[in-house]
C-alpha cells in the first residue's frame, strides 16, 4: 500500500501549492474522497474551495463541471432532460452536468429542496432515473458541494437527508497572514492551477480505493464505532444523533486515514481523528438547549470521553 498513501501524499502537497497553508484540511478532503465520498464546503466566499476543486480534477484528470445553484434552478438543469428531435422523429436524452466524474456545485443551499433532491440518488447510487430511465455515471463521481453559512436572506437549508449524503463537512476559512501575502505575490505571476500538475489518471484513483477498502478492522473498533454513533442519540443535548450510515462512513473514513499513514490496519486514533469531520455535520442538538455556535464540538468531544476506548488494535 505504500505507492497508494505515497500518491496522495504527493497530491496532498500538490494541491497545497494551489491552496497555501491548508495541509491538514486538504489530507481529511482527499481522505473523505478516497473513501469513496461527497464533500459539504461551509465556507465564506472567496478562500478557495473552486481553486481546489479545479486543482483535484486537473491533478488526478478527472472531468470537471460545475453547477451555480440559484432559486430558479431545475431538477432537470442538473439531470438533464429528453427532448424530441424532429429530424429522427424519436425522444432523446440530454445529459446534464452531473454526467461527469467531479461535480462542483456551488452554493447548493440557494436553490430549491426540490432541485437539490435531484442530487440525491447519483449521490447515493452513482446514477440517474429521468423518465423511468436508468443511466449511470463514471467512476469515480464525486459530488463537491459549498454553500456560506453566513447568508441565510434566499436559501434553503439542507435537510437531514441531504447532509447525511455527504461524507464530511469542511471550512477552509481564512489564510493565515503570512500565506495570504504568499498567495499574492503567486496570484500576480500567474494563476494558482498552474503550479498543479496531473500525477494520476482516474483509474489510479480508483485502484487506492480498491486497496483503501482492503484495510483492516478489529471487531473491537466496529464495536468502538457503533458506541461513539449510539451514544450521540442517546446524549441529552441531541436530538438526532449519528445514523448508520454516518457510522459506515466514519469506518471507511478510518480506513482512509490509516491508509495514507502507511498502515493496512485501524488505530483508534483514527476514528478519533475522524470522529470530527465525519459528524458534526450530522449532529441535530435540541433547539430547546439554547446551545451556542461551538457546543456541537464540544458534545462531540464529551461523547469521546464517555465511551471507552479499546485497549489493543493492532494487526491482525
Known amino acids: 500500500m505504500t505507492n497508494g498513501a505515497n500518491s496522495l501524499q504527493s497530491l ?16 481529511h478532503f482527499l481522505i473523505g474522497l478516497a473513501a469513496d465520498g461527497h464533500i459539504l464546503f461551509e465556507d465564506v466566499p472567496g478562500v478557495g474551495k473552486t ?6 480534477a486537473k491533478a488526478i484528470g478527472c472531468e470537471f463541471k460545475r453547477i451555480q445553484c440559484n432559486p430558479d434552478l431545475l431538477p432537470t438543469d442538473i439531470t438533464g432532460v429528453t ?12 445529459k446534464g452536468p452531473v454526467f461527469t466524474q467531479i461535480l462542483l456545485v456551488d452554493e447548493i443551499n440557494r436553490t430549491s429542496p426540490k432541485t437539490q433532491s435531484a442530487l440525491l440518488e447519483p449521490m447515493e447510487e452513482k446514477q440517474v432515473t429521468v423518465d423511468g430511465t436508468t443511466y449511470f455515471l463514471q467512476d469515480p463521481f464525486f459530488v463537491l458541494a459549498t454553500q456560506n453559512s453566513h447568508e441565510y436572506e434566499g436559501t434553503f437549508p439542507l435537510p437531514e437527508s441531504q447532509l447525511d449524503r455527504f461524507i464530511m463537512r469542511l471550512s477552509l476559512g481564512y489564510p493565515s497572514k503570512q500565506h495570504e501575502i504568499s498567495l499574492l505575490t503567486k496570484v ?20 487506492i480505493q480498491r486497496e483503501i477498502q482492503q484495510v483492516y478492522v478489529t471487531d473491537e473498533l466496529l464495536e ?18 449519528i445514523s448508520p450510515r454516518g457510522t459506515l462512513n466514519l469506518i471507511k473514513c478510518s480506513k482512509a486515514t490509516a491508509y495514507i499513514c502507511g498502515r493496512d490496519f485501524v488505530l483508534p486514533d483514527d476514528i478519533q481523528e475522524m470522529f470530527f469531520p465525519v459528524c458534526m455535520h450530522r449532529l441535530v442538538v435540541d433547539q430547546n438547549m439554547f446551545l451556542e455556535h461551538n457546543d456541537k464540538e464540544i458534545i462531540l468531544k464529551d461523547i469521546l470521553s464517555q465511551v471507552k476506548v479499546p485497549g489493543s488494535a493492532g494487526r491482525r
Do not use: C
Not at 12 to 27: D, P, R, T, Y
Not at 83 to 94: A, L, P, S
Open 12 to 27: 496532498i502537497n500538490i494541491l497545497s501549492q494551489a491552496v497555501l497553508g491548508k495541509e491538514a484540511l486538504i489530507k
Open 51 to 56: 481553486t481546489l476543486v479545479k486543482g483535484l
Open 83 to 94: 427532448v424530441y428531435n424532429d429530424k429522427t422523429g424519436e425522444w432523446e436524452f440530454q
Open 188 to 207: 500576480i505571476h500567474t494563476n494558482p492551477l498552474n503550479y498543479i500538475e496531473q500525477i494520476m489518471d482516474p483509474q489510479d484513483f480508483l485502484a
Open 224 to 241: 468502538y464505532a457503533a458506541d461513539l454513533s449510539i451514544t450521540t442519540r442517546n446524549h441529552e443535548k441531541v436530538q438526532l444523533g
